[in-house]
Every structure is written in structure tokens, then in C-alpha cells.
């Protein structure tokens, strides 16, 4: 019986190995199946939804899955998650302001050792590597920015007055000058902006004073190691008056600088009888004029030139904004997100979308919607040195202050001297908290 039940158990074992199994194809033993990788930012709606779009290419190659949590209160949320132990493991930070605190603080994972630096070297510019530096080491990768170093014009109108492109500030003022001459009016401002009234004409002094004085001294600026009373921010101001306080170079003179906004004020160079030949004002300005004159050609109706050198050591300086990529948590997924973000190339989807620009040499400037949006990408990847505003970076109390000065200088330019020790008195107070 015994004996039975064995050969029994055996002819089971043979016929079962003789059946066929489904064939299941190996793991490719090179890529690594990822997990989910949190990232923190501020971006939202189309924003978001262009970014998803940009990982989605990540997501697909490794299978991974990123988690993007959006807050406009970014600064207060993720300090407590860093001091509570549960930062993200990836932040996209909108100036680097807190990417310095952190990294100060040993908060930040160091890319160094992370990323491929012969490749981010030849990708991005040097002035875009130290921006991200603190202390010797990398802790940033900028991968959106905005060149606010724009100055509009209608290629058309200037042709036929027979106007060239200034360079150099003296040149700007010389065209100032001759369009004067012509029996027109050179400038378009309008610095309105409801309670924020005042910040276009901040992007003005910033954008002089960098460009005279170098980023060094604007460093001081920022970080109030030299006071507002300081030669370099007064002659910022005065540079900055030279235009909005002479009655012939702007429309409507101060009243109107005070009341237009600076949307409105963008559209007086393309209206079919131009009252204006110049705006200055950021990369942004282009969607104002298309939304207003959609008719209009980029490079033949409209387009920008940079704004005009100053001092020639500083050359090819630029002031603007950018998000800067940052790492908290140190996992195999991070490290692969963090090199997949760095390659500007893979952002190619939000810069077809429009409404981006990429620093990094990676990303072709053929990807870009339009000749002008990579005409602006194209100064941020050239940029010699680029600075963040001043006023974006400064305490909030600080900020307003800034923007309640310019109004009260284009009111009352003789009291100038007064306006800055009020705000240097106000910078005191608020860098000491």
C-alpha cells in the first residue's frame, strides 16, 4: 500500500512538471524601480500642472511617483516641518534666501557628490553655480527663471524714425534726447499697483544699481551691511529720477507715473498712434501686450532690448527672479529626481507651454513658443551676473516701506536724503528681529 501510494505521489510530481507556465519577462537589472519622492513649492494651477507634466517623464522612466504639496505660505510651512523632523525630501524655493538659511543651518543635502558637476558646469553659467553655492558646496539648481532686465519697444516705429538699440546708459539718454527733439514723448511708466503701489519703479534702482555698482555692493544692499543713506543706493534713486522726474521724457509726468498701472502703462509704445517709444519692465510684459494687441508680431511690432550698461566691469548683469531646486532627504529616489530636474532639457514640455524659461544651456532655445520668450531665456543662460530684486528678498515691513519711498520720492524728490534714513531707520528695526 505504501509502495502504491509513492508511485502514486510521483506521477503527480511528473505530470505536473510537464505542464506549460507562463513565461514572466525579468526585471532589468539596470533600472531601479523607484518609489515616491515629496516635493514642497509654491507653484499651483497651470504652474502645477505644467510641472506634473515635466516629471511625468521621470515618473514613466523609473516608476517612480511624485507627490507635489503646494503652499503660498511656504517660508512658515516648511520651517516647521524642518524643525518638526519632516521636511519634504525635495523643495522648489522661490528665491534662495531659504536655501542659504537652510543649508547655513545643515538642513540641506550638499549635490556635490550628487550631481554631475562637469555637466552642470557646462550647462549653466557661472554666475547661476555660485547663486547656488554656500559656503564651497552646491546646494541649489535654479530650473525656472525670469530676466526682468527688459526694456519694450516697437521695432517698427523705431525704424522709421531712424532710432538705434542704446547700449550704454549715456546712449539711452541721448535717444531720450533726440525722440524729445522729434516732438514725442521717450518713456511710459506707471507704478500702480494698489496696495503694493510703488514696486515697478523698485525694479528701476535695482536694476542701476546693479549695473553700476556690481553685485558685490548689491549683496551689501540686501543684507543692510551698508546703510540706504549709502552714495550707491542715492545715485541709484537720482539715475532712476534722471527719467521719471524730467516732464518731457514721460507721459502724463509724475501724476500719471503715480496713477497708471504698470499693465496699463506697457501698452502706450504699440497703439496704433504711439504715445510712447519705451517701457521698461519685466519678461512678463510680453503677455500684457499680446493680451492687448493680439494682432501684433513678436520681433517686427514688438520686442525688447537689455537694459543699457552702465559701468563696463558689469557688463551682462541681470536682475530677475528663479526657483531653485533644493534637497532635504537623501534617498535613491531623490537623487534621481534631483538629476532628472537638473537637466534642463527634460523641462521641455512648460517651455513649449510657454509662460518659462530655463538658465541651463541644456534646454534648446527652439523649444520656446516664440522668438521673443527665447530671446529672454537666452539673456538668463548669458547672464555674466544675475541678482534677485532687493525688495523681493527683504523683510515684509522693510518691502513696504521701499515701495511707500519711491512714491514719496517722485513727489518730493528734494527730501530724498529724509527718505532714505527713514527706510535705513525701518531696516535697522526690521533685520534686528
Not at 266 to 284: M, N, T
Not at 343 to 361: M, Q, T
Request: aromatic fraction near 12%; include cysteine; proline fraction near 6%.
Amino acid at each position: 500500500m505504501a509502495l502504491l501510494l509513492a508511485l502514486m505521489l510521483a506521477s503527480m510530481f511528473v505530470v505536473a512538471g510537464c505542464q506549460p507556465v507562463d513565461e514572466v519577462e525579468p526585471p532589468d537589472n539596470d533600472v531601479e524601480v523607484m518609489g515616491t519622492v515629496s516635493v514642497m513649492g509654491v507653484w499651483g494651477g497651470d504652474e502645477l500642472a505644467a510641472f506634473e507634466e515635466v516629471v511625468a517623464g521621470w515618473e514613466t522612466a523609473t516608476g517612480g511617483t511624485v507627490e507635489f504639496e503646494s503652499t503660498r505660505d511656504l517660508s512658515a510651512i516648511l520651517r516647521t516641518r524642518v524643525a518638526g523632523g519632516n521636511p519634504p525630501d525635495l523643495a522648489v524655493l522661490p528665491n534662495p534666501a531659504l536655501m542659504q538659511e537652510f543649508a547655513v543651518d545643515g538642513e540641506l543635502v550638499a549635490l556635490g557628490d550628487i550631481l554631475d558637476m562637469g555637466m552642470m558646469t557646462s550647462d549653466y553659467s557661472d554666475a547661476w553655480i555660485d547663486l547656488g553655492t554656500v559656503d564651497g558646496n552646491l546646494y541649489g539648481v535654479f530650473v525656472k527663471a525670469a530676466t526682468k532686465s527688459t526694456v519694450w519697444y516697437n521695432p517698427a516705429e523705431f525704424e522709421a524714425a531712424g532710432y538705434d538699440i542704446p547700449e550704454t546708459w549715456d546712449e539711452l539718454i541721448a535717444l531720450s534726447d533726440q525722440i524729445v527733439a522729434d516732438g514725442n514723448t521717450p518713456w511710459s511708466i506707471g507704478i500702480e499697483s494698489g496696495g503694493a503701489t510703488g514696486w515697478p519703479a523698485t525694479d528701476w534702482i535695482q536694476e542701476i544699481h546693479l549695473a553700476e555698482f556690481g553685485p558685490d555692493l548689491h549683496d551689501h544692499w540686501l543684507d543692510h551691511e551698508i546703510p540706504w543713506t549709502h552714495d550707491s543706493i542715492r545715485g541709484a534713486f537720482e539715475r532712476f529720477g534722471e527719467i521719471a522726474l524730467n516732464e518731457e521724457y514721460v507721459v502724463g509726468g509724475v501724476d500719471n507715473i503715480l496713477a497708471t498701472s504698470f499693465e496699463d502703462a506697457s501698452f502706450l509704445p504699440f497703439e496704433d498712434q504711439p504715445r510712447a517709444y519705451l517701457y521698461f519692465l519685466g519678461a512678463f510684459t510680453q503677455g500684457f501686450i499680446e493680451g492687448q494687441f493680439p494682432d501684433l508680431e513678436p520681433l517686427v511690432d514688438y520686442d525688447f532690448f537689455k537694459f543699457p550698461m552702465i559701468d563696463p566691469e558689469f557688463e551682462g548683469s541681470v536682475t530677475g527672479g528663479a526657483d531653485v531646486a533644493v534637497m532635504f532627504n537623501d534617498t535613491p529616489e531623490s537623487r534621481s529626481l534631483m538629476e532628472y530636474l537638473a537637466d534642463g532639457a527634460n523641462w521641455e514640455p512648460w517651455a513649449r507651454a510657454g509662460g518659462f524659461a530655463s538658465p541651463s544651456l541644456s534646454l534648446s532655445l527652439d523649444v520656446y513658443p516664440d522668438e521673443i520668450a527665447a530671446k529672454a531665456a537666452e539673456q538668463l543662460t548669458e547672464s555674466a551676473i544675475f541678482r534677485f530684486d532687493v525688495d523681493d528678498l527683504m523683510p515684509a515691513e522693510l518691502q513696504s516701506a521701499y515701495f511707500s519711498g519711491i512714491v514719496d520720492y517722485l513727489q518730493d524728490p528734494d527730501d530724498l536724503d529724509a527718505i532714505l534714513e527713514r527706510l535705513d531707520a525701518v531696516a535697522v528695526d526690521a533685520y534686528a528681529e
